[in-house]
């Protein structure tokens, strides 16, 4: 990992940000650190970051609000939620609005880290692809992906998609008619391997189909391979 690599830090807890600046040090990474919501997202929206990792309580700003600004400026900075509270609610806001991925205090140091190579590995690799590909565009009837600017449109309207539904989109559209596995999907767009999160899978999904598909209990785009997961349609094979 190059010691190049900037992560910003935006938490209150001062106990917090020592501990898990001493461990991304350890592995290379320049720190940056905010303990006020307000500070953070100037910061956020003034320099670049391989990673932010933003507390979802914090003074003058929340994270929530913060995740939601910076995703409205940046779409490619991978976003690391931290949070005290265990409610569902808040671990969904956070994903909606941009978030890559969340963690709940109090955290073991060994899963911080493994998320944040998790993102890391994930980050890099879609930046690789982006190099190398050669289209812009991915056109299914009246679907349409910008790659260049990871925005969506249906019937020339747009479809407001949060990271990680923008990258199932892609992946299932560059890959027509391949069925994957959840564990399969898991891997390949949050970088998890652990069948406890397939549920993560299925949330995300669900959510995607209600953005894309006029009628989600009859998708049209992204069918269920029964007793397996999903795949996106051929062409050809969608009803108009």
Same mark, same amino acid.
């Given at each position: 990992?190059?010691?190049?690599?900037?992560?910003?830090?935006?938490?209150?807890?001062?106990?917090?940000?020592? !501990?898990?600046?001493?461990?991304?040090?350890?592995?290379?990474?320049?720190?940056?650190?905010?303990?006020?919501?307000?500070? /953070?997202?100037? @910061? #956020?929206?003034?320099?670049? *970051?391989?990673?932010?990792?933003?507390?979802?309580?914090?003074?003058?700003?929340? /994270?929530?609000?913060?995740?939601? %600004?910076?995703?409205?400026?940046?779409?490619?900075?991978?976003?690391?939620?931290?949070?005290?509270?265990?409610? $569902?609610?808040?671990?969904?806001?956070? !994903? $909606?609005?941009?978030?890559?991925?969340?963690?709940? %205090?109090?955290?073991?140091?060994?899963?911080?880290? #493994?998320?944040?190579?998790?993102?890391?590995?994930?980050?890099?690799?879609?930046?690789?692809?982006?190099?190398?590909? =050669?289209?812009?565009?991915?056109? *299914?009837? =009246?679907?349409?992906?910008?790659?260049?600017? &990871?925005?969506?449109?249906?019937?020339?309207?747009?479809?407001?998609?949060?990271?990680? $539904?923008?990258?199932?989109?892609? !992946?299932?559209?560059?890959?027509? /008619?391949?069925?994957?596995?959840? @564990?399969?999907?898991?891997?390949?767009?949050? /970088?998890?391997? +652990? $069948?406890?999160?397939?549920?993560?899978?299925?949330?995300?999904?669900?959510?995607? &189909?209600? =953005?894309?598909?006029?009628?989600?209990?009859?998708?049209?785009?992204?069918?269920?391979?029964?007793?397996?997961?999903?795949? +996106?349609?051929?062409?050809?094979? =969608?009803?108009?």
């Amino acid at each position: 990992m190059k010691k190049s690599k900037t992560v910003l830090i935006i938490e209150d807890d001062p106990s917090i940000v020592e !501990l898990v600046s001493i461990h991304l040090m350890d592995l290379g990474f320049h720190i940056e650190s905010e303990s006020k919501g307000s500070g /953070g997202l100037v @910061k #956020a929206l003034r320099y670049e *970051y391989d990673l932010i990792i933003l507390d979802l309580m914090l003074p003058e700003l929340d /994270g929530l609000e913060i995740c939601k %600004k910076i995703r409205a400026h940046n779409t490619a900075t991978p976003i690391l939620m931290l949070t005290a509270k265990s409610e $569902e609610l808040d671990k969904v806001l956070g !994903l $909606e609005l941009g978030a890559d991925d969340y963690i709940t %205090k109090p955290f073991s140091i060994r899963e911080f880290i #493994a998320r944040v190579k998790a993102i890391i590995r994930r980050a890099s690799v879609a930046r690789e692809r982006e190099g190398v590909k =050669k289209e812009d565009f991915l056109q *299914y009837g =009246k679907l349409t992906i910008d790659l260049d600017r &990871r925005t969506v449109t249906l019937e020339k309207k747009f479809v407001d998609l949060t990271t990680k $539904e923008f990258d199932l989109l892609v !992946l299932f559209a560059r890959n027509p /008619g391949r069925a994957f596995s959840r @564990k399969q999907l898991l891997d390949l767009v949050w /970088g998890y391997q +652990f $069948e406890g999160y397939l549920h993560r899978v299925n949330t995300h999904i669900n959510r995607l &189909r209600s =953005k894309i598909e006029k009628d989600p209990a009859n998708p049209q785009f992204i069918k269920t391979v029964w007793g397996y997961g999903y795949r +996106f349609v051929e062409l050809g094979e =969608k009803s108009s």
